[in-house]
Structures are given as C-alpha cells and as structure tokens.
C-alpha cells in the first residue's frame, strides 16, 4: 500500500512539472451572430490573404446570417458555392515566408487548448530584446504579427486587439463546428427524453420486481 | 394469425422452444447486481457501431487523397452526418469502457474460474479483435494520429523473429503507411465487427450452458433463479437508459474531448507530431511498451499484458467461492490492480520523461505481479480463511463444488448427461 501511496504522491509532482510550459490565454468563445459576424468580417480582412478555409463555402456565411450583399463583395466573381480559397498561391506563400500557412477550417479544433491556442497565438507577439519578432506560444513561428500586438503599448490598444482576437476565434470556432449549436439543442430534446424513459422503467422495473418475494 | 404463423414455424423449427430456453426463460440468479448489465450494455454498443459504421461508409472513401475530405463531407454536407460520425468515435471509447468494467466485474467475482474458462477465454478473443477492430478505424479518418499511430504499431512487428521487415511490409501493403494500408484498413475494420457478432455468439452459448455466475460466486439452488424475461429484460432496459444518458452526454456536448486534436490535422508523413499518444484504452498497454528499454521486450511484454487476463483460470488457486467478496486479500489486490492500471493509463498519457518512466517500469512490475502472485496469494489466502473459519454454508458449498469438479474430472463424458 505505502508503495501505492508514493507512486501516487510521484504522479501528482510529475504533473504539476509538466504544467510549467507557456501557458495559454483561456478565452471563451462567442457564439452570437454578432460577434461571430465580426469575426468573419476580420479574418476576411486579415488572414483570408493568407489562409484558406476550405471547407466553408460562401454559402455557408449567408446561411449562418451574414448579409449577402457583404458575402457577396468577398467571393468576387466565385461562385456561392465555391470553397474559401486563399488569395495568395501556396507556392508563393511558401517563397513569402517560408512555409504554407494551414487552411483555418479545423484550426480551432487542431491544436491542445484550441480557440485558446489560437487566441493566445496571435496575442502572443513580442519583441525581443534585439529587436526581433518572438512568440510565447510557438517561438518559431513563420507568421507575421497580424493583430500588430507587438506594437502596442496602451492599455485601450491591447483591449481592442484582444476584442478582435476573440472575434476571430470565434468565427473559428464555428467554422470548425458549424453544427454545435444543433448539437447542443437537440442534446437537450434527447437528454430531457431519455430521462423520462429512464424513470418511467425505472418504475416499470420496480413494478414488475416487487412481484418476487 | 400470428398464432397460426407461429405454429406453422414452430412444427418446421424450434422457434417457441429456442426463445423460450435461451431468452425468456433463460434461468437467471435473482441477486444479479448492477454490474451484470455490462455485457447486455456490451452488445448493444456493437450494434450501435454497426449501424453508425455502415451508415459512415455510405459516405466515406477509403483513399489517401480524399478520406481526409470524406470526413469533413460527412461532418458538414451529410444529413446527420456530425451525428453519425460523433456516435460512432463516441461509441468507441463506450465500448471499451463497457467492456473493461466487465472485465473488472468477472476479475473481482472471480467468474472466470471452473466452470466458466472457456467463457472467459472467448471473451479474451473478443477483446482482442475489439481492439484490433478499434485500431483498424482510428486509420479511417486519415489524421496526423491515425497515420502516425499506425505507423507505429505497425512497426512494432518488426519484433517478429528472422521475418520482422517483411511482415511489416506484408501488414502495410507498402514500405510505408500508405494508401495500401488505408484500403485494407477499410475492408478489414468493416469485416471485423462481423466476426466479432460471430464471436459473441458463441461466447452467448457458452454463456448458456455454464449459466451465469452471481455476486455470491456460488451457483444457486433453482429455486433462486428467475426467468431472464420480464426481471432481466426490464432491468438491462432500466441500466441501458442510464448508460445512454451518459453516452449522449459525450455525443452532444463533448464528442471533441474524445477526439486527438492532432486528428484534426491531414496526415503528414514528412512531420512527426511532437507526442504520439494513442486513444485512452490503449494507454495502459501503450505504457508497458514504452516500459521496456528494448524493443522486442517492450513487444513481448505489451503483448503479454493484453493476454495475461487468458491465464488467470490458472492462475487462482484458490477454491474458496464468492470471488473477492470471501477473500479479503485478493479483493485488496484487485483494488490494487485497478490503481495500478490507472497510474498506467496516466504513464502511457504524457510525454516520456525519466521520472514517467521509472514510474511506468514500476507499475509495469505491478502488473505482472499482479498476476504471477496470484497462485501463491490464493494459495496462502485460502489456507488462512480456512483455519480462521469460513461460515458453514459456505464450507458446505466449497466441498461440493470441488466434489462436482473431482467428479468432472474422473469422468468428462458424464458432463453431457448432467447438463441435460
Ligand atoms: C466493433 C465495432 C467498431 C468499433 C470499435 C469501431 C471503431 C472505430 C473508430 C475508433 C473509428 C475512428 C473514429 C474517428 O476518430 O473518427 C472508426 C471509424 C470508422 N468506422 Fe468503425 N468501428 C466499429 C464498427 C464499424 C462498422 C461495422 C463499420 C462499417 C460497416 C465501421 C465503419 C467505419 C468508418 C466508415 C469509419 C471512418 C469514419 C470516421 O472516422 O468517423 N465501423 N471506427
């Protein structure tokens, strides 16, 4: 037993070690039209240069409540239908910086953490002492600081670029899990009926055990 | 006209008999507890897998360059789709869970003692072809875990003595994990859940002619069996509404957390994950591979634990009934060994430091010893019980259980004559 004790008292140490690298800003996602709106809104802007979402088709935006007339300024000439591609090559990403910037469709749900990987990713721009461009989150990074959060010094700034940060990830979150929100309604329907069955044979199972004695 | 139906089947076929022998009249001990529905709740998740997984492959495609894809398809375009797909990697891990509790169950009532060895040997191979079955799908959807935990295991073979390159290239399809592999993994993963039905089958007949054990570990006198139809159906139906209320708790609010993030990513074969980490029911194995500095020990050794369950009808000497409910030194081991899994399952989880290790090569000890002690424990254990007094029933019980097993011995062909 006292071995047991040890090996248990070693599992708690070990796993307050490995707690110890960088930490992640934990944000909670939006899930309203509005912010979620806003965040399509940014990452058209910023990241859709860059990054594809491939597995969104505009027509996705407009069904999700985003005015069409906005959907349509930013497909051009594509289709509704068509998937959303980035605006660079990969090819030239690739010669740009490096390395191809993954397609964001997953990105909330690919990494440990998800939208709070996200979210401290892009908030976790710093300069370094030389001069250089560093991030906490993962120091090796090919991206540039999109939000500009290096860059910024008062406290209004960072709010804004955080409030954008969590526009964005949310928009991620949803489009890594457009059905949620459906998943999360009908698991209520189906857990409310499958409560009531249950006590309802649980009294039926009552009923027909009491006949033994 | 039912009626007439039936009695037009049943002078061609046994049908009223068959049903009324094998399920409603099925005789079973009243003082069944709760952790009896686990092997009713076992073959209702198999079903459920089936279903799902038929209905998956509707939709999904077995190639390299599209299965990645297909998911996403089945995720976003197809009606239900998320539904399905979130039910099906849900029902994995409920299958497995379901199943070790009724591992644990048959380990702590020690049912897997005579006359029950070769029920509780079918079982091992259930739970062997689960696993493999279980294995097989996590390539489907052809994410970063899927491609490097096959490529992994499938490499493992390379253990194989004087074959080891080629059975890995044999399993493989190709030198490496690949589109070979991927198809073959279909065929396979949609072939093994058929087998399995067939597996249970006969782990239901053998189920059927040793009858069940009950928490008292001694076969009751008739009076003390009632029909499995209405006492049993109704129950098994009661613990299936809690057991889904649980299940659909993952399936609609969490089907994510049971999901690596790193299968979020397409398989790359040019990028190595930083952590390779199997699905949870596979840790406490995957733990006692790594254990082992070498890698032919580590297989042996993982393959080893997997099997010892198979050993314990040897194993345990004891002749006490009532599995640890009478033995309090074994039912202490058995709590041991439940903890001992568990420190596993969280060796097998982080990335590998010196400290995880030394614990794993620990626990992995444990386990083994866990088993290899047994004969000797049982041994002392029953002699001790023995000399402290046993209650009288139960001393009655034990000589007349060794004395039906003595007489099976001497006489083997008798069996079939007792049985009827
Ligand atoms: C013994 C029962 C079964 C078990 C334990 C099992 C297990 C699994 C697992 C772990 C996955 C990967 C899930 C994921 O991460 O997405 C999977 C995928 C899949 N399985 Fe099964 N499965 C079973 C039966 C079946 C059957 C009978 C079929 C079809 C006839 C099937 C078809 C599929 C398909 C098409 C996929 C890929 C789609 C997906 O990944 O969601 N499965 N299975």
Redesign the interface.
Known sequence: MKKFMTLLACCCFASSALASEAKLEAVKVGVDLQTVARGVDAVMNSCHSCHSLKYIKYHDLVNLGIDKSVVDTWRGDQPMDSAMLAQMSESDAVQAYGKAPPDLSLMAKARDGGASYVYSYLLGYYITPEGMSGNHIYPATKMPDILGISGITDEAGRAEAQGKARDIVSFLAWAADPDEQTRHKLGYYVLGYLFVLTFLLYLVKNQVWSKLK | MPNRIIKWIDQRFPLTSFVKHELTGYPTP?NLSYWWNFGFLAGFVLMLQVATGIFLAMHYKADVALSFDSI?HI??DVNYG??LR?MHSTGASAFFFVIFVHMARTLYYGSYRAPRELLWWTGQGLLLLLMATAFMGYLLPWGQMSFWGATVITNLFQATPFYGEQVVIWLRGDYTVGDATLSRFFALHYLFPFIIIGAVIVHLVALHSVKSSNPSGIDLAAKDN?PFH??FT??D??GL??F??VY??F???MP?SL?E??N??PANPMQTPNHIVPEWYFLPFYAILRSVPNMVGGVVAMGLSVMMFAFMPFLDRSRIPGGAHYRPIYRLQFY?FM??ML?LG?VGY??P?S??ML?GQ??TL?YFASFFLVPFISKVEERWLIKRGLPPQLMALMESESAGIAKRKLKPQRRKGDMA
């Open positions: 009243r996403q995720m976003r998320w539904l979130y009632i209405p006492y109704i129950k139906l009661y509404g809690l889904l209320m659909c708790v399936v609609f609010f994510n999901i993030p790193a979020n990513i041991l903890l001992d420190v969280y982080v990335p430091t400290q995880t614990i620990i626990a444990c």
